[in-house]
């Protein structure tokens, strides 16, 4: 009986995957669709699946029964009326924009400078990729010395320009949001302007050239030219920033640990702490998809102003 029903479940199992390999083998996909579509089970559908399904019930990882409650929405309710996790999204909100704004002009301006051949390009296009190859932990360790009120770098420069600092530039709730966004800016900006700078070195010269002909300045070759040809890789580097700069973490934790007060949370060291210190999974799972959205919206912007910029030109 019991090889009997291990066969049918077999069969069973192989009738059902019988219509996805149809598909795949009318799209072409069939030989290499299948590990690509194992890792996306494992890594990417199931979690987001499971994180979906705990968000609806109050489960903690303190509770010995380990049972979970049916919640309904009261976790996503929970949500919008916490104050500290209103703070920490409009925190995220703002280093966001303020990051990405930053690292995306810098970028630019970067790789305008270096598109041109000089002597010694190479070399500031090699030094470029020094913040790159540091760990954000030891960037984050490397810039709360630097910050210190008491012996830091940053604070005595500050000291000495007749500024006063108080307890630090991230120990004042004025300061220490921009002190966190200027680590960040000055990590990532690189990447940034590498990412631009191979898209305006993948451009051809004779679009500039007939623009030059026709008595385009430089700016409207800029403007009118290389920016509109510039808009996938500019897209992209907003994606990967936006992703990124969302998930922000390692600087919040060691440098401020979200604080002076709140002033530094943001939704992911504040969902950290909820799952991993208080171990309340359900509500940290409920917000984990609340961000997830959030991400989602800011992409559906991104492509919309991105599209109406190509557009106008």
Not at 5 to 12: E, I, K, L, M, Q
Not at 69 to 74: D, I, P, Q, S, T
Request: aromatic share 12%.
């Amino acid at each position: 009986m019991g090889e009997y029903t291990g066969a049918t479940a077999d069969r069973s199992a192989a009738a059902a995957a019988r219509p996805v390999a149809k598909w795949l083998k009318r799209l072409g996909l069939l030989p290499w669709a299948a590990p690509a579509l194992l890792f996306m089970l494992c890594f990417a559908f199931y979690p987001l699946g499971y994180s979906l399904y705990i968000s609806f019930f109050n489960y903690s990882l303190t509770d010995p029964t380990q049972t979970q409650e049916f919640a309904g929405l009261a976790n996503y309710l929970k949500a919008f009326a916490d104050p500290a996790f209103r703070v920490a999204a409009l925190n995220s909100v703002l280093f966001v924009i303020l990051a990405v704004g930053a690292q995306t002009v810098l970028g630019l301006a970067i790789a305008v400078l270096l598109n041109r051949d000089r002597p010694g390009t190479p070399l500031v296009r090699t030094l470029l990729l020094a913040p790159l190859t540091l760990t954000p932990i030891v960037v984050a360790l490397v810039w709360r010395a630097l910050y210190n009120a008491d012996y830091g770098v940053v604070s005595y420069y500050l000291k000495a320009l007749g500024v006063n600092v108080g307890r630090g530039p991230i120990g004042e709730p004025s300061t220490a949001l921009l002190a966190l966004v200027i680590v960040d800016v000055w990590q990532w900006t690189p990447l940034v302007a590498l990412m631009l700078l191979a898209g305006l070195r993948s451009q051809s010269a004779d679009l500039f050239e007939a623009a030059q002909i026709d008595g385009a300045s430089g700016w409207q070759q800029f403007w009118c030219v290389a920016l509109p040809l510039l808009r996938p890789i500019l897209i992209v580097a907003l994606l990967i920033r936006t992703m990124d700069v969302f998930k922000l973490f390692d600087s919040v934790f060691i440098v401020t640990g979200g604080g002076p007060g709140y002033a530094t949370e943001v939704m992911n060291h504040y969902i950290f702490k909820t799952g991993l210190t208080f171990f309340d999974m359900g509500y940290a799972a409920a917000m984990s998809n609340l961000l997830l959205v959030l991400i989602g919206l800011f992409t559906a912007v991104y492509f919309r102003a991105i599209g109406q910029l190509g557009v106008t030109q």
